[in-house]
Protein backbone atom coordinates (compact mmCIF):
# COMPACT_ATOMS: atom_id res chain seq x y z
CA UNK A 1 0.00 0.00 0.00
CA UNK A 2 1.30 2.68 -1.20
CA UNK A 3 0.88 6.41 1.07
CA UNK A 4 1.70 10.21 0.23
CA UNK A 5 3.59 12.40 2.84
CA UNK A 6 -0.11 13.49 3.83
CA UNK A 7 -1.50 10.44 3.67
CA UNK A 8 -0.10 9.92 7.14
CA UNK A 9 -2.27 12.60 8.67
CA UNK A 10 -5.11 10.77 7.40
CA UNK A 11 -5.68 7.43 10.22
CA UNK A 12 -9.21 6.37 8.48
CA UNK A 13 -7.35 5.73 5.49
CA UNK A 14 -5.49 3.31 7.55
CA UNK A 15 -8.38 1.00 9.03
CA UNK A 16 -8.06 -1.64 5.94
CA UNK A 17 -4.16 -2.83 7.50
CA UNK A 18 -5.51 -2.73 11.14
CA UNK A 19 -4.17 -6.13 12.75
CA UNK A 20 -1.88 -7.21 10.24
CA UNK A 21 1.59 -7.80 10.87
CA UNK A 22 3.54 -4.71 8.76
CA UNK A 23 6.37 -3.69 7.64
CA UNK A 24 6.49 0.12 6.76
CA UNK A 25 8.27 2.00 4.38
CA UNK A 26 9.10 5.75 5.70
CA UNK A 27 9.08 8.21 2.99
CA UNK A 28 12.55 9.04 1.86
CA UNK A 29 12.32 11.58 -1.29
CA UNK A 30 13.86 14.51 -0.37
CA UNK A 31 14.56 13.46 3.85
CA UNK A 32 17.78 14.09 4.83
CA UNK A 33 18.11 15.02 8.89
CA UNK A 34 21.52 15.51 8.37
CA UNK A 35 21.57 18.17 5.62
CA UNK A 36 23.29 21.52 5.95
CA UNK A 37 20.30 23.26 5.50
CA UNK A 38 18.57 23.63 8.76
CA UNK A 39 15.33 23.71 6.94
CA UNK A 40 15.78 20.74 5.17
CA UNK A 41 16.50 19.14 8.63
CA UNK A 42 12.86 20.91 10.42
CA UNK A 43 10.67 19.31 8.07
CA UNK A 44 12.74 15.84 7.96
CA UNK A 45 12.12 15.62 10.73
CA UNK A 46 8.59 16.29 11.34
CA UNK A 47 7.67 13.70 8.38
CA UNK A 48 10.40 11.01 10.41
CA UNK A 49 7.93 11.81 13.16
CA UNK A 50 4.55 11.67 11.70
CA UNK A 51 5.77 8.30 10.22
CA UNK A 52 6.57 7.01 14.17
CA UNK A 53 3.33 8.47 15.47
CA UNK A 54 1.51 6.16 12.65
CA UNK A 55 3.73 3.00 13.56
CA UNK A 56 2.68 3.61 17.17
CA UNK A 57 -0.87 3.27 16.11
CA UNK A 58 -0.90 -0.01 13.74
CA UNK A 59 0.71 -3.94 14.32
CA UNK A 60 3.84 -2.42 12.92
CA UNK A 61 6.85 -4.65 13.12
CA UNK A 62 9.46 -3.00 11.08
CA UNK A 63 9.93 0.46 10.31
CA UNK A 64 12.53 1.41 7.29
CA UNK A 65 13.96 4.61 6.68
CA UNK A 66 17.14 5.85 4.72
CA UNK A 67 20.00 7.81 5.88
CA UNK A 68 20.17 9.28 2.97
CA UNK A 69 23.70 9.35 3.02
CA UNK A 70 25.36 10.35 -0.26
CA UNK A 71 29.28 9.78 -0.40
CA UNK A 72 30.05 12.25 -2.87
CA UNK A 73 27.48 14.99 -2.00
CA UNK A 74 28.84 14.96 1.61
CA UNK A 75 32.88 14.69 0.63
CA UNK A 76 32.71 11.55 2.20
CA UNK A 77 32.61 13.11 5.49
CA UNK A 78 31.02 9.87 7.54
CA UNK A 79 31.42 10.83 10.90
CA UNK A 80 30.24 14.37 10.56
CA UNK A 81 27.24 13.07 8.61
CA UNK A 82 26.97 10.24 11.17
CA UNK A 83 26.94 13.11 14.04
CA UNK A 84 24.44 15.44 12.64
CA UNK A 85 22.10 12.29 11.44
CA UNK A 86 22.33 11.09 15.27
CA UNK A 87 21.47 14.13 17.12
CA UNK A 88 18.54 14.68 15.09
CA UNK A 89 16.91 11.02 14.94
CA UNK A 90 17.65 11.13 18.75
CA UNK A 91 14.22 13.89 18.19
CA UNK A 92 12.84 11.44 15.89
CA UNK A 93 13.46 8.65 18.48
CA UNK A 94 11.25 10.08 21.46
CA UNK A 95 7.91 9.65 19.73
CA UNK A 96 7.99 6.12 19.54
CA UNK A 97 5.70 4.48 21.67
CA UNK A 98 5.21 0.81 20.59
CA UNK A 99 7.82 -2.29 20.41
CA UNK A 100 8.20 -2.14 16.41
CA UNK A 101 12.00 -2.35 15.55
CA UNK A 102 13.68 0.29 13.15
CA UNK A 103 16.04 -0.52 10.38
CA UNK A 104 18.12 1.48 7.84
CA UNK A 105 18.65 0.80 4.62
CA UNK A 106 21.35 0.95 2.47
CA UNK A 107 21.20 2.78 -1.20
CA UNK A 108 23.75 5.26 -2.18
CA UNK A 109 26.95 4.13 0.24
CA UNK A 110 29.61 1.67 -1.09
CA UNK A 111 30.67 -0.57 1.81
CA UNK A 112 28.81 -0.94 5.29
CA UNK A 113 30.61 1.16 7.40
CA UNK A 114 28.44 4.36 7.78
CA UNK A 115 25.56 1.94 8.45
CA UNK A 116 27.42 0.55 11.52
CA UNK A 117 28.56 3.89 12.50
CA UNK A 118 25.28 5.07 12.60
CA UNK A 119 23.72 2.18 14.67
CA UNK A 120 26.48 2.20 17.28
CA UNK A 121 25.87 5.99 17.76
CA UNK A 122 22.50 5.38 18.53
CA UNK A 123 23.23 2.18 20.31
CA UNK A 124 19.67 0.67 20.71
CA UNK A 125 18.74 -3.12 20.60
CA UNK A 126 15.64 -2.16 18.29
CA UNK A 127 17.66 -0.30 15.94
CA UNK A 128 19.25 -2.33 13.09
CA UNK A 129 19.60 -3.07 9.13
CA UNK A 130 16.95 -3.39 6.04
CA UNK A 131 19.78 -4.93 3.85
CA UNK A 132 18.81 -4.00 -0.41
CA UNK A 133 20.19 -6.88 -2.30
CA UNK A 134 19.72 -4.06 -5.14
CA UNK A 135 21.39 -0.99 -4.19
CA UNK A 136 23.73 -3.34 -3.14
CA UNK A 137 24.58 -4.62 -6.81
CA UNK A 138 24.84 -0.82 -7.92
CA UNK A 139 27.24 0.89 -5.58
CA UNK A 140 28.82 -1.68 -3.78
CA UNK A 141 33.03 -1.64 -3.56
CA UNK A 142 32.62 -4.65 -1.34
CA UNK A 143 31.73 -8.14 -1.72
CA UNK A 144 28.35 -9.66 -0.25
CA UNK A 145 29.74 -11.80 2.10
CA UNK A 146 31.85 -8.91 3.86
CA UNK A 147 28.75 -6.66 3.65
CA UNK A 148 26.14 -9.22 5.38
CA UNK A 149 29.15 -10.32 8.13
CA UNK A 150 29.45 -6.95 9.28
CA UNK A 151 26.03 -6.44 10.08
CA UNK A 152 25.22 -9.75 11.29
CA UNK A 153 23.07 -9.98 13.66
CA UNK A 154 21.84 -6.93 13.34
CA UNK A 155 19.35 -7.04 9.77
CA UNK A 156 15.98 -7.05 10.10
CA UNK A 157 14.90 -7.32 6.44
CA UNK A 158 15.54 -7.50 3.05
CA UNK A 159 14.58 -5.63 0.03
CA UNK A 160 14.36 -8.22 -3.12
CA UNK A 161 14.98 -7.16 -6.52
CA UNK A 162 17.19 -7.31 -9.53
CA UNK A 163 19.03 -4.97 -11.78
CA UNK A 164 22.05 -5.43 -14.57
CA UNK A 165 24.47 -2.96 -12.39
CA UNK A 166 23.33 -0.01 -14.15
CA UNK A 167 20.35 1.14 -12.96
CA UNK A 168 18.00 0.98 -9.92
CA UNK A 169 15.43 -0.63 -11.97
CA UNK A 170 13.55 -3.10 -9.41
CA UNK A 171 13.01 -5.59 -11.69
CA UNK A 172 11.25 -8.88 -11.20
CA UNK A 173 13.80 -11.58 -9.31
CA UNK A 174 14.39 -13.57 -11.87
CA UNK A 175 15.68 -10.36 -14.70
CA UNK A 176 18.93 -9.52 -13.45
CA UNK A 177 22.76 -10.40 -12.89
CA UNK A 178 22.09 -10.77 -9.28
CA UNK A 179 21.86 -14.62 -8.08
CA UNK A 180 18.70 -14.12 -5.44
CA UNK A 181 19.31 -17.76 -4.39
CA UNK A 182 22.92 -17.59 -3.63
CA UNK A 183 22.14 -14.55 -1.85
CA UNK A 184 19.18 -15.95 0.20
CA UNK A 185 21.16 -18.75 1.60
CA UNK A 186 24.09 -16.72 3.01
CA UNK A 187 21.98 -15.19 5.57
CA UNK A 188 18.02 -15.57 7.10
CA UNK A 189 16.18 -12.53 8.35
CA UNK A 190 12.62 -12.19 9.82
CA UNK A 191 11.27 -9.83 6.82
CA UNK A 192 11.49 -10.32 3.28
CA UNK A 193 9.86 -7.90 0.94
CA UNK A 194 9.60 -7.81 -2.93
CA UNK A 195 10.03 -4.13 -4.27
CA UNK A 196 8.43 -4.81 -8.15
CA UNK A 197 7.00 -1.76 -9.89
CA UNK A 198 3.20 -3.40 -10.85
CA UNK A 199 1.36 -6.18 -9.48
CA UNK A 200 2.95 -8.24 -12.46
CA UNK A 201 6.43 -7.96 -12.28
CA UNK A 202 5.77 -8.76 -8.27
CA UNK A 203 3.63 -12.53 -9.16
CA UNK A 204 6.54 -13.15 -10.94
CA UNK A 205 8.86 -12.52 -8.94
CA UNK A 206 6.49 -15.08 -6.28
CA UNK A 207 6.61 -17.53 -8.32
CA UNK A 208 10.66 -17.63 -8.64
CA UNK A 209 10.76 -17.43 -4.90
CA UNK A 210 8.45 -20.65 -4.96
CA UNK A 211 10.60 -22.40 -7.33
CA UNK A 212 13.76 -22.00 -5.61
CA UNK A 213 12.69 -24.07 -3.07
CA UNK A 214 14.89 -22.65 -0.70
Known amino acids: MALGFDDVLDVNRLNCIRGLTLSIHAPFFDVNIASYN ?11 IKTIEI ?26 YTVRFCENFEKVLGYR ?9 NVFETNSSIGNKIINMLNRD ?11 NLFTEITLQEWLNNWKGKI ?39 E ?10 INYLKSLCL
Do not use: W
Not at 38 to 48: A, G, L, Q
Open 126 to 136: FIGFCFDIGHF
Open 97 to 105: KGDFTISFE
Open 38 to 48: RYVVEKSIDIM
Open 55 to 80: CNLLNVKNVVFHHNYSPFMYNFDEDG
Open 196 to 205: NRNVEDTEAS
Open 156 to 194: FEYHLHNNYGYRDDHNRLDYGNINIKDFLMVQKVSIYTI
